[in-house]
């Protein structure tokens, strides 16, 4: 696609319920991130895929959250039993090759817990 | 552990004044530093990266080791440079390439 795909845009969730967050990529891009961005703060880097291979999911905060990229494509981000904490902006991003920094952002969940 | 600051929440400006976005980081190895920017209502994107060397829409940025510095500069602002700001520091290693973002600046350009 033209670029990076996000849904849904906005998620409304109740405290226990569980969510499930889509990203698209640009076709062929092999690097695929997932950030939270709460508000007034910068992104902070959750898990990083290189095609299909979560290489790094140091920075998911607690075993409530998933994220899988099966077939090295679309991804999927899954928080269980939500918490009010986990309000934030969820922001997927992928680049060509490994080691590119020059990500493509996608325009990014807003998930508010209530 | 990396680390990026941005000390300033919200910067104004007149138009046509010079403009610096400050950034200092904090990495034990040898860094890699980026700025990118988001306008209102639009994604955020790349704006330049320091192993360019480059000049993108009159922005500089120079790193400074001594300093352990990435300010961004622009000689004369221009009211369709108000956006937000994200200085980013890149780190690799066991098979990661993760940025670590600073809260980032806001840019406000008063014509």
């Known amino acids: 696609g033209a670029g990076v795909s996000q849904s849904p845009r906005y998620k409304v969730a109740k405290r226990g319920q569980d969510v499930a967050l889509r990203c698209d990529p640009i076709?062929?891009?092999?690097?695929l991130f997932w950030y939270q961005q709460a508000l007034g703060q910068g992104p902070e880097f959750l898990t990083y895929?290189?095609?299909?291979?979560?290489?790094?999911k140091s920075g998911l905060p607690s075993d409530r959250f998933f994220a899988e990229r099966p077939e090295g494509s679309v991804s999927t981000l899954k928080i269980q039993r939500t918490q009010q904490e986990d309000s934030a902006v969820y922001l997927c991003?992928?680049?060509?090759?490994?080691?590119?920094?020059?990500?493509?952002f996608g325009s990014g969940t807003r998930l508010t817990v209530v | 552990a990396q680390r990026v600051t941005q000390p300033e929440k919200l910067l104004s400006v007149f138009k046509g004044a010079p403009v610096e976005l400050k950034c200092n980081y904090s990495?034990?190895?040898?860094?890699?530093l980026f700025w990118y920017v988001q306008y209102s209502r639009q994604r955020l994107q790349l704006l330049l990266r320091?192993?360019s060397r480059e000049s993108i829409k009159g922005f500089t940025a120079d790193l400074n080791k001594g300093e352990t510095s990435f300010h961004l500069k622009k000689p004369f602002a221009q009211e369709e440079d108000s956006a937000m700001y994200y200085c980013?520091?890149?780190?690799?290693?066991?098979?990661?390439?993760?940025?670590?973002f600073g809260k980032g600046t806001k840019l406000s350009v008063i014509p």
């Open positions: 990495y034990s190895g040898s860094p890699e």
């Open positions: 991003a992928s680049s060509r090759g490994v080691g590119d920094y020059g990500y493509t």
């Open positions: 980013a520091l890149a780190s690799s290693g066991a098979g990661s390439y993760q940025l670590t």
């Open positions: 076709s062929g891009h092999v690097s």
């Open positions: 895929f290189q095609n299909e291979a979560q290489l790094d």
């Open positions: 320091h192993i």
